[in-house]
Nanobody
Framework: QVQLVESGGGLVQPGGSLRLSCAAS????????MAWYRQAPGKERELVAR???????DYADSVKGRFTISRDNAKNTVYLQMNSLKPEDTAVYYC????????????????WGQGTQVTVSS
């Protein structure tokens, strides 16, 4: 019903920057909160940053001051600007969105992207 497609991952040196994008498409009625999660090898998936439809944000302590989440509601897209990257930021990053679909405005569905690899290494 709804697809989330991430882009922007890659290999970067410590101290570098990357910008992730996630575009939602499909039978979208409305999108509520959008978020980025990440999962490193051998670890559980963790919340990195979240943004509400009104623009309120919150961040994991480990990324505060370095990462910035934003969204373009007209494009159904969420971004994650990552600065001052550290090796411990290496993970697969997943986009998440709470979505109401056309023809079913009551239920809220959780949608996930396929993930994009971010590797921070010299």
């Amino acid at each position: 019903q709804v697809q989330l497609v991430e882009s922007g991952g890659g290999l970067v040196q410590p101290g570098g920057s990357l910008r992730l994008s996630c575009a939602a498409s499909g039978r979208i009625f409305s999108i509520g909160a959008m978020a980025w999660y990440r999962q490193a090898p051998g670890k559980e998936r963790e919340l990195v940053a979240r943004i509400t439809s009104g623009g309120s944000t919150d961040y994991a302590d480990s990324v505060k001051g370095r990462f910035t989440i934003s969204r373009d509601n007209a494009k159904n897209t969420v971004y994650l600007q990552m600065n001052s990257l550290k090796p411990e930021d290496t993970a697969v990053y997943y986009c998440n969105a709470l979505v109401r679909i056309e023809g079913d405005s009551i239920n809220v569905y959780t949608s996930w992207g396929q993930g994009t690899q971010v590797t921070v290494s010299s």
